[in-house]
């Protein structure tokens, strides 16, 4: 139907030149030659949508424009509930939820086949964890892919640290200022890394690991709670142990999800709690310096002596650039 469309939207073109309306006109040319020429393309990113695919955005937007508009925005109680509002905490679950959702249609739009490092990309958008665990168990069956491998793992790695700061800079402007150096720093040391790598890997494999849907509601549910339960517990720790227990909480949640940790510090810095910019930055470098650790245990233990022989000295000099950046600041 598209020669009948476009014939039908010509004519309707023409109309609005001979009443002068030439902008629009042009505009209107302009997009239909655009859609028309991207035919062959949308019909190929039409052919790799799935059931599921349609579901899940569905879900993604009933919790984005039904559920997020409804709920409140005040406090749930008294310390240390003062830092729960099921607004502020629906709204990291969308955020998080949407930089997930972003990963997958990109990769949807440059198809499963595009190497290793569009892995790594698209996987640091998702989950450098999952991606972690993911290719370091690929490489016992493929041991020559193992600079390849280490390429895609580090480009997750350092997709982490720009991610942290993409989150801040949303939620809590102001603790860019402390955040930069150390996210920098590090994301700078990955990439270094990656040019190393990517010259010993050459131009590795061509088969990339599926990244399946990453939004359901089980998981962003379970998100949303594990970011409320980290957000209780930096609060009482705060209120009984001052800044230590902020410090400790940070460590802890680390090794399970920095992005619960990085938004809840942002948050409670944002607000009344007395929190101020320099705990939360700290605690936001430790806790991204415990979850890079975190991703090199799962490697050394599932990956192949090859990959950890490779990635064992970036991963030290990732840390380190993240630790000596905040101590610079």
């Given at each position: 139907?598209?020669?009948?469309?476009?014939a039908?939207?010509?004519?309707?073109i023409?109309?609005?030149c001979?009443?002068g309306?030439?902008?629009?006109?042009?505009?209107?040319?302009?997009?239909?030659?655009v859609?028309?020429?991207?035919?062959?393309?949308?019909?190929?990113?039409?052919?790799?949508?799935?059931?599921?695919?349609?579901?899940?955005?569905l879900?993604f937007?009933?919790?984005?424009?039904?559920?997020?508009p409804?709920l409140?925005?005040?406090?749930?109680?008294?310390?240390?509930?003062?830092?729960?509002r099921?607004?502020?905490?629906w709204?990291?679950?969308?955020?998080i939820?949407?930089?997930?959702?972003?990963?997958?249609?990109?990769?949807?739009l440059?198809?499963?086949?595009?190497?290793?490092?569009?892995?790594?990309?698209?996987?640091?958008?998702?989950?450098?964890?999952?991606?972690?665990?993911?290719?370091?168990?690929?490489?016992?069956?493929?041991?020559e892919?193992?600079?390849?491998i280490?390429?895609?793992?580090?480009?997750?790695?350092?997709?982490?640290f720009?991610?942290?700061l993409?989150?801040?800079?949303?939620?809590?402007?102001a603790?860019?200022?402390?955040?930069?150096?150390?996210m920098l720093?590090?994301?700078?040391?990955?990439?270094?890394g990656?040019?190393?790598?990517?010259r010993?890997?050459?131009?590795?494999?061509?088969?990339a690991?599926?990244?399946?849907?990453?939004?359901?509601?089980?998981?962003?549910?379970?998100?949303?709670?594990?970011f409320a339960?980290?957000?209780?517990?930096?609060?009482?720790?705060?209120?009984?142990?001052?800044?230590?227990g902020?410090?400790?909480?940070?460590?802890v949640?680390?090794?399970?999800?920095?992005d619960?940790?990085?938004?809840?510090?942002?948050q409670?810095?944002?607000?009344?709690?007395?929190?101020?910019?320099?705990v939360?930055?700290r605690?936001?470098?430790?806790?991204?310096?415990?979850n890079?650790?975190?991703?090199?245990?799962?490697?050394?233990?599932?990956?192949?002596?090859?990959?950890?022989?490779?990635?064992?000295?970036v991963?030290?000099?990732?840390?380190?650039?993240?630790g000596?950046?905040?101590w610079?600041?």
């Amino acid at each position: 139907m598209t020669t009948e469309a476009a014939a039908l939207l010509c004519v309707f073109i023409g109309a609005l030149c001979f009443y002068g309306h030439l902008q629009i006109a042009v505009a209107l040319g302009i997009a239909c030659a655009v859609l028309l020429t991207a035919k062959l393309e949308l019909r190929r990113f039409v052919s790799h949508i799935t059931r599921e695919d349609e579901f899940a955005t569905l879900k993604f937007a009933i919790i984005t424009a039904i559920v997020l508009p409804v709920l409140p925005n005040e406090p749930l109680g008294p310390p240390p509930l003062d830092v729960i509002r099921p607004y502020q905490v629906w709204l990291m679950v969308v955020l998080i939820s949407g930089i997930g959702f972003f990963g997958y249609v990109l990769v949807k739009l440059a198809g499963p086949r595009r190497g290793l490092g569009l892995t790594g990309v698209m996987g640091g958008l998702v989950s450098s964890t999952a991606v972690s665990f993911s290719l370091a168990r690929r490489s016992h069956s493929r041991a020559e892919l193992a600079p390849a491998i280490g390429l895609a793992l580090l480009i997750a790695w350092s997709m982490m640290f720009l991610r942290i700061l993409f989150e801040v800079a949303v939620v809590n402007r102001a603790l860019l200022s402390g955040l930069w150096l150390p996210m920098l720093s590090a994301a700078a040391v990955g990439v270094a890394g990656c040019v190393w790598l990517y010259r010993r890997a050459g131009r590795g494999d061509k088969d990339a690991t599926e990244i399946s849907n990453p939004f359901e509601l089980g998981p962003a549910l379970r998100f949303g709670l594990l970011f409320a339960v980290i957000l209780i517990i930096s609060r009482a720790a705060q209120l009984w142990l001052g800044e230590t227990g902020i410090y400790v909480s940070a460590l802890v949640g680390g090794t399970t999800d920095v992005d619960a940790v990085t938004l809840s510090m942002a948050q409670m810095s944002r607000g009344e709690t007395g929190l101020s910019d320099d705990v939360a930055t700290r605690a936001i470098v430790l806790a991204a310096m415990v979850n890079t650790l975190f991703k090199g245990g799962i490697v050394m233990a599932t990956g192949s002596r090859a990959l950890w022989r490779l990635l064992l000295p970036v991963l030290g000099f990732l840390v380190a650039a993240a630790g000596i950046g905040l101590w610079l600041v």
